[in-house]
């Protein structure tokens, strides 16, 4: 059998470099009405009235008024509403939708209407905590205890912006009693559910269809259930096709960013070593928990790195305040962390005197070792030779000498880094309880009927792969189409790093099976997911293994800084991965290309803040993001160090190759300048100021 990595042209690239993949946009139905969102003006504060202008026929609102279910997002921390009845949490928030069949029109009627609120006085410091996180491991707070001395630091992240191509976007219509709904979106099922709880409907009364995507990192996960919810109720109202889709600037300034995050680290030093580690982590949530939660138990589960340290008190709040709710992005909770944790261990090093190097590779997690919630490593961990072979690629120990000298500003940087792939604990078990399907045609033909989507990461080719080589049939006997809930089951959301490990995993065994019985016609083969006999995890003391499988990485960063400007300009970038089995090597450079890129680039280069709860950049010309011009040479290698019950052996990697981009260009401009970076992005003007004023 041909070696799985080996590359094969993409299924979907003739139709995006073509330009004939059609988009949410790109869809036109007769008699399509047009919707808009008529958003809030202030950041707390209560609705006294509204004032609307005179309504002209066949043009319509739809507010709370109108939902015959329940008023909130379904998602995990349901205090979201889809409209609100009197309450406004944050600036910007939809109030409701004004629908006519001529856009301007609509936004004239949204220019025209006016509110009377009555205002309060919001909150944008971190004071109001809700949700709250402790665990021990080891003997606690009972390290810190005759320690020769307790080394302290204090980190900060920003706000990410997903940056995808394509707003938010949906269409709606309706198919006698049924809604259907064609989205931009990662999760159909989370949609589905969340509209039949919005409608009060039964699960056939609601179809959810994804076409092509414009990409998504984690924006596209959970927020596309709130629009998705607001647009159900207007085709159920009005009975009609709806096209609700957001221009850049409403996308920007309204749905989900990077959590903000506030990280501060201890460490009990004795003779030293390590005794024991002491972290709190402080998350921006904005008006809203909905995944918050979930974001702030990844990111304590990863405070200890890809590091043993035996001794642990670790906890964490999520604060609520008047700004725009925060949600899932690439990494999910692990960037924030992982940059707080590999500066920390450098700053430890350096404050011992010790090589930096030498130092961390004392306290690398090895196999059996175990992990920040007690769990195991259960697989083999091959960061030794994977750091070596960065070393060795990037000449890292030659330039680290030469770059010592203050007045060259040039630095080099090393991060390392894991990812834990797909649902913490029994979340793949008790909650997502994934389920594909396979399907033998009459013809010969295979068909793959999964909820997965394909957002630019290449599932609709590499799930082809994995059901073409199994059964050893051609790859265009194999059909993958885009997920549409009438017709596929609920095999989980595109989330997590999990469609391969996870959903391609199930697709694998169903192959199995499927060729066991191929002499039959025509026949379908179900798997549903089990999880592995040993992952036992206590979600509310954070006790066990908190994933079942762990992808790793490094990555070295080479900078110079303009002595003028404090410009820092990329020069070169080398990394090796551990994916388990890359199933399609060339796919898998792309996502460690782009997710270094937006790595690098969380480092030092994206600004995004807000004034009094409005975001202050709200396009892409005043939020900046890397160019191609602004990159630099990539080099990538990938390991196999294949896990059990993936695919091939196959682990996750669409998040793994982001994380590990920040730290690793920061510690390069560390040495760059001699001066130490605790927060990020490291702008020429934050630079500047450690250079002037230490």
């Known amino acids: 059998m041909k070696d799985i990595s080996k590359s094969i042209k993409k299924t979907d690239s003739n139709e995006k470099i073509s330009g004939s993949a059609t988009y949410v946009a790109d869809i036109k139905l007769d008699g399509m009405l047009h919707a808009v969102s008529l958003r809030s003006s202030i950041a707390k504060g209560k609705i006294k009235e509204i004032h609307f202008p005179e309504i002209p026929e066949d043009y319509y609102i739809v507010s709370h008024k109108d939902i015959p279910g329940k008023n909130i997002v379904k998602i995990i921390f349901e205090d979201q509403k889809i409209f609100p009845v009197h309450t406004i949490t944050y600036r910007y928030e939809p109030i409701l939708l004004v629908v006519g069949p001529d856009k301007q029109k609509v936004v004239d009627i949204i220019n025209q209407t006016k509110i009377e609120y009555i205002e309060e006085t919001p909150v944008f410091d971190w004071v109001n905590s809700a949700i709250d996180y402790h665990f021990e491991k080891g003997i606690g707070l009972e390290a810190f205890k005759g320690a020769d001395k307790v080394i302290k630091y204090d980190y900060e992240t920003n706000y990410q912006e997903q940056a995808y191509i394509e707003p938010q976007g949906f269409i709606g219509y309706p198919e006698g009693d049924k809604v259907t709904l064609i989205g931009s979106i990662q999760c159909p099922y989370y949609v589905k ?398 996502q460690a290309d782009g997710g270094l890129t937006q790595g690098l680039s969380y480092g030092y280069l994206e600004v995004m803040n807000h004034d009094k709860g409005v975001i202050k950049q709200k396009n892409m010309t005043d939020y900046i993001i890397p160019t191609a011009k602004d990159m630099c040479k990539m080099e990538t290698i990938i390991y196999d160090n294949p896990y059990a019950f993936g695919p091939y052996g196959a682990k996750g990697v669409g998040e793994l190759t982001l994380i590990g981009g920040a730290p690793a260009v920061c510690l390069a401009i560390e040495q760059a300048i001699s001066r130490r970076i605790h927060k990020i992005p490291a702008t020429p003007e934050y630079i500047m100021e450690l250079v002037n004023h230490g």
């Open 193 to 590: 559910n969340a509209v039949i709880q919005a409608l009060n409907a039964t699960p056939e009364n609601v179809r959810v269809i994804q076409p092509s995507i414009g990409g998504a990192f984690g924006g596209k996960e959970e927020f596309p259930s709130l629009i998705a919810c607001q647009l159900a109720v207007a085709v159920n109202k009005i009975k009609k096709p709806i096209q609700l889709l957001y221009e850049r600037d409403e996308d920007m300034n309204c749905t989900t960013k990077r959590h903000p995050a506030k990280i501060h680290f201890e460490a009990a030093i004795k003779q030293n070593e390590i005794q024991g580690i002491k972290v709190y982590t402080a998350i921006d949530a904005g008006a809203n928990i909905g995944l918050s939660g979930v974001v702030l138990s990844r990111a304590l589960i990863a405070c200890t790195g890809v590091y043993t340290i035996d001794n642990l008190d670790v906890s964490g709040d999520v604060f609520i305040t008047n700004t725009v709710p925060n949600g899932a992005f690439r990494g999910f909770g692990a960037p924030q962390m992982f940059f707080a944790v590999e500066m920390f261990m450098e700053h430890i090093a350096l404050d011992l005197n010790q090589d930096v190097l030498s130092f961390k590779r004392k306290y690398l997690a090895k196999q059996n070792d175990k992990t920040s919630t007690n769990g195991i490593f259960r697989d083999p961990v091959i960061m030794p030779k994977m750091i070596d072979k960065a070393m060795k690629v990037s000449d890292y120990i030659k330039k680290r000498e030469a770059y010592n000298n203050e007045s060259v500003y040039k630095g080099i940087g090393m991060s390392l880094f894991f990812h834990g792939c797909g649902f913490t604990g029994s979340g793949e078990k008790d909650i997502i309880k994934a389920k594909v399907k396979l399907r033998k045609e009459m013809n010969g033909d295979v068909s793959i009927l999964v909820a997965a989507v394909d957002m630019g990461q290449g599932i609709r080719t590499t799930l082809r792969k994995v059901v073409a080589n199994i059964l050893e049939i051609p790859i265009e006997k194999v059909i993958f189409d885009f997920p549409d809930t009438d017709k596929v089951p609920d095999s989980g959301p595109t989330v997590a790093s999990r469609t391969m490990m996870i959903v391609g995993g199930l697709i694998a065994r169903a192959c199995i099976e499927m060729k066991e019985r191929w002499i039959e016609p025509a026949f379908t083969v179900t798997k549903q997911y089990k999880q592995p006999s040993y992952i036992e995890y206590d979600e509310a003391s954070f006790y066990g293994d908190a994933y079942p499988a762990y992808s790793w990485g490094v990555n070295i960063v080479e900078v110079e800084v303009d002595k003028a400007t404090y410009q820092v300009n990329l020069v070169n970038a080398w990394s090796v991965y551990d994916c388990g089995k890359a199933i399609d090597e060339r796919i898998v450079l792309g």
